[in-house]
């Protein structure tokens, strides 16, 4: 299984510091049995906190076991989030950065 505070802690080192130029987003994500991270983008830099801070433009609600399963591919993001195992207050905004954060 992937470790959820590992992947979201080394997203700033995967994304393209060229692709990030001009964008700002907020991300909460509420992962049950791994924790509550904070990813902020802002001024071309992605920075990753242990906690919330900051009002969210996407909450991403799910467990550890389904976060790492989407990861990987073995779950499929429409499909979670019809069975419940994936609650995302703005589906529009996870869809654009979903991409750069290696979650599709």
Same mark, same amino acid.
């Given at each position: 299984?992937?470790? *959820?505070?590992?992947?979201?802690? =080394? ?7 060229? $692709?990030? @130029? ?8 509420? *992962?049950?049995? $791994?924790?509550?991270?904070?990813? %902020?983008? $802002?001024?071309?830099?992605?920075? *990753?906190? @242990? ?12 467990? $550890? ?10 779950? =499929?993001?429409?499909?979670?989030? %019809? ?9 529009? @905004? ?11």
């Amino acid at each position: 299984m992937i470790d *959820v505070k590992q992947f979201l802690f =080394n997203l700033p080192n995967k994304a393209n510091p060229d $692709a990030l @130029e001009g964008l700002s987003t907020l991300f909460h994500f509420d *992962v049950a049995d $791994a924790g509550q991270f904070t990813v %902020r983008l $802002a001024d071309g830099k992605l920075d *990753v906190s @242990e906690g919330f801070s900051g009002e969210p433009t996407c909450k991403v609600t799910t467990t $550890a076991e389904s976060f790492s399963k989407l990861i990987s591919g073995d779950l =499929n993001p429409m499909m979670a989030m %019809r069975t419940g195992k994936l609650k995302i207050s703005n589906p529009g @905004e996870r869809l654009k950065y979903a991409k750069m954060f290696g979650l599709m």
